[in-house]
């Protein structure tokens, strides 16, 4: 199967952001891409939670979701969504940051809630505090397809090895990392961790990301460190997208899974171990 990850730059509008998803998708498919993948957040990239409120609908309602599911059935795709910003019913009115993968006929096929928030200062100047605008997720998802099973994961996950290897271990062959990795967290950070997960689980790793500097009607503008990467499952980059909007595409085999696998059973290897104390801090003297 080829895959063709989209690179986008979405602002704050949902509408803008549909058409120019949609125009990528085209791109893709017309490289010969079978499965297509966006980035993280692809309706809408914020940083006013009152804008969110006014823009974001509820996922039964909103019609990025329903124009991206047109698409994928019109071109006959499988299409992950790498996360849309939805309302929810909550009390304390967060959103859902929600991947979905749909079907070549148009159907949700499988969709994940992101379980880790990106709450961290990452310098005095720029700080974020994901959970206070969107739940996080409580459920690991696996997806099977024809060409290959596929661990859903979203973003700040990357960090959290063992998410990954825990689908990994349950039959993922594909690790999707949609994201809108920050700029200063993506020079240092972004390569490395895509390259370590795919080498702990010996699976492919397909990572669509946001670029560039994000319009914005309202609140602070915000940048991405762009970059999508295909990783294949020795942990070689296959493709990286740079940090202009495009398409990157590779093709996904399964036999590089299984090969990888076999040479270093690692995910066979577990063993179980006491948990080290925590240390606590010396008396002062």
């Given at each position: 199967?080829?895959?063709?990850?989209?690179?986008?730059?979405?602002?704050d509008d949902?509408?803008?952001?549909?058409?120019?998803?949609q125009?990528?998708?085209?791109?893709?498919?017309?490289?010969g891409a079978?499965?297509?993948?966006?980035?993280e957040?692809?309706?809408?990239?914020?940083?006013?939670r009152a804008?969110?409120?006014?823009?974001?609908?509820?996922?039964d309602?909103?019609?990025?979701?329903?124009?991206?599911?047109e698409?994928?059935?019109?071109r006959?795709?499988w299409?992950?969504?790498?996360?849309?910003?939805?309302?929810?019913?909550?009390?304390d009115?967060?959103?859902?940051?929600?991947?979905?993968?749909?079907?070549?006929?148009g159907?949700?096929?499988?969709?994940?809630?992101?379980?880790?928030?990106?709450?961290?200062?990452v310098?005095?100047?720029?700080?974020?505090?994901?959970?206070?605008?969107?739940?996080?997720?409580?459920?690991?998802v696996?997806?099977?397809?024809?060409?290959?099973?596929?661990?859903?994961?979203?973003?700040?996950?990357?960090?959290?090895?063992?998410?990954?290897?825990?689908?990994?271990?349950?039959g993922?062959?594909?690790?999707?990392?949609?994201?809108?990795?920050?700029?200063?967290?993506?020079?240092?950070?972004?390569?490395?961790?895509?390259?370590?997960?795919?080498?702990?689980c010996?699976?492919?790793?397909?990572a669509?990301?946001?670029?560039?500097?994000?319009?914005?009607?309202?609140?602070?503008?915000?940048?991405?460190?762009?970059?999508?990467?295909?990783?294949?499952?020795?942990?070689?980059v296959?493709?990286?997208?740079?940090?202009?909007?495009?398409?990157i595409?590779?093709?996904?085999?399964?036999a590089?899974?299984?090969?990888?696998?076999?040479?270093?059973?690692a995910?066979?290897?577990d063993?179980?171990?006491a948990?080290?104390?925590?240390?606590?801090?010396?008396?002062?003297?």
């Open positions: 199967m080829r895959a063709g990850l989209v690179q986008m730059t979405s602002g949902p509408g803008a952001n549909l058409k120019q998803a125009a990528l998708i085209e791109q893709a498919v017309a490289g079978g499965f297509v993948l966006t980035p957040v692809t309706n809408c990239v914020s940083a006013s804008h969110q409120m006014r823009v974001l609908c509820h996922q309602d909103d019609p990025t979701l329903a124009g991206l599911r698409t994928a059935a019109a006959g795709i299409l992950l969504i790498g996360s849309l910003a939805l309302k929810t019913g909550d009390a009115r967060r959103f859902a940051n929600r991947s979905f993968l749909i079907a070549p006929d159907a949700i096929a499988a969709q994940y809630d992101k379980i880790h928030m990106f709450d961290v200062d310098s005095p100047t720029e700080t974020y505090r994901e959970s206070e605008g969107f739940r996080p997720g409580d459920r690991a696996l997806a099977t397809t024809p060409f290959a099973t596929i661990g859903m994961t979203v973003c700040y996950d990357v960090r959290f090895a063992a998410l990954h290897r825990q689908l990994a271990q349950a993922a062959e594909v690790l999707t990392v949609p994201a809108a990795f920050s700029p200063v967290t993506g020079a240092a950070h972004w390569e490395p961790l895509l390259r370590a997960r795919a080498i702990e010996g699976a492919w790793v397909l669509p990301a946001q670029t560039g500097t994000h319009p914005a009607q309202t609140g602070r503008q915000r940048a991405t460190h762009g970059h999508s990467l295909i990783v294949a499952p020795w942990g070689e296959v493709a990286d997208a740079g940090t202009a909007p495009g398409v595409w590779a093709d996904i085999d399964r590089a899974v299984a090969d990888a696998r076999r040479r270093v059973p995910l066979s290897h063993r179980p171990f948990h080290p104390a925590p240390r606590r801090a010396s008396p002062a003297p």
